[in-house]
């Protein structure tokens, strides 16, 4: 069945270092990727976003790359701070359409920046 | 301040017993999800509503039940037949066709 996998599982970094965490899917009609972050008793907030027709998307510290070819995508978050440590899930959408809350989850990476 | 209210944050009940997990939205999305959290998996759907009185199964629906009466309202029933009801459940919603799903802040149902 459709399925997206995840990688690593945990990651610590310095605080100032980069964080990169990479994420893998299976439905090549998947079209829509969203990251979330997840603080600890919280629900996932979504943090960046991006779609099949585009290959890179920036939003401050935050950057996704996507693949289609290889059907992977990564989310890259630079000059990390403590407060970015958090479970972190990547998500591709259940096949081509337009119910982007359909979504095929990865399983989460944790993410620990040291002061 | 609209956002999606997931009630109560923790649950407990026996084995053998129903129990509805209430998720109200006053953000005025048309679509409404469940989701299931367990540790090292991930989330999985349960059952998603499009529209008012309708609903659809996702993964994971078996032991699972839902009703959309309202567009603010989509409660979880874990019925007796969940064979692994304790867990961390999310609800979630989005506003239309392509736009970002927007998550509570869960219930954590314990069953003993």
């Known amino acids: 069945g459709e399925n997206v996998e995840q990688h690593p599982s945990t990651l610590s970094v310095q605080e100032g270092d980069s964080a990169v965490i990479k994420c893998t899917y299976s439905?090549?009609?998947?079209?829509?990727f969203p990251w979330y972050k997840q603080e600890l008793g919280k629900g996932p907030q979504l943090i960046i976003d991006?779609?099949?027709?585009?290959g890179e998307k920036k939003d401050q510290r935050i950057a996704v790359t996507l693949n289609k070819t290889a059907k992977h995508f990564s989310l890259h978050i630079t000059e990390t701070q403590p407060e970015d440590s958090a479970v972190y899930f990547c998500?591709?959408?259940?096949?081509?359409?337009?119910?982007?809350?359909?979504?095929?989850f990865g399983q989460g990476t944790t993410l620990q920046v040291k002061p | 301040d609209g956002g999606i209210t997931q009630s109560p944050k923790y649950l407990f009940r026996k084995e053998g017993q129903n129990v509805t997990l209430s998720c109200e939205q006053n953000?005025?999305?048309?679509?409404m999800y469940w989701y299931r959290q367990d540790p090292g998996q991930g989330l999985r759907l349960i059952y998603y509503?499009?529209?008012?009185?309708?609903?659809q199964k996702g993964d994971i629906a078996e032991g699972y039940s839902v009703s959309r009466e309202k567009k603010e309202s989509f409660p979880l029933t874990v019925t007796s037949a969940q064979k692994n009801p304790t867990a961390f459940y999310l609800c979630?919603?989005?506003?239309?066709?392509?736009?970002?799903?927007?998550f509570g802040n869960g219930t954590r149902l314990t069953v003993t």
């Open positions: 953000l005025n999305h048309d679509a």
């Open positions: 998500a591709a959408t259940a096949g081509f359409s337009g119910n982007t809350g359909k979504l095929i």
């Open positions: 439905d090549s009609a998947s079209n829509y």
């Open positions: 991006i779609r099949s027709n585009v």
């Open positions: 979630a919603s989005r506003s239309r066709t392509n736009s970002p799903l927007h």
């Open positions: 509503s499009q529209i008012v009185n309708d609903f």
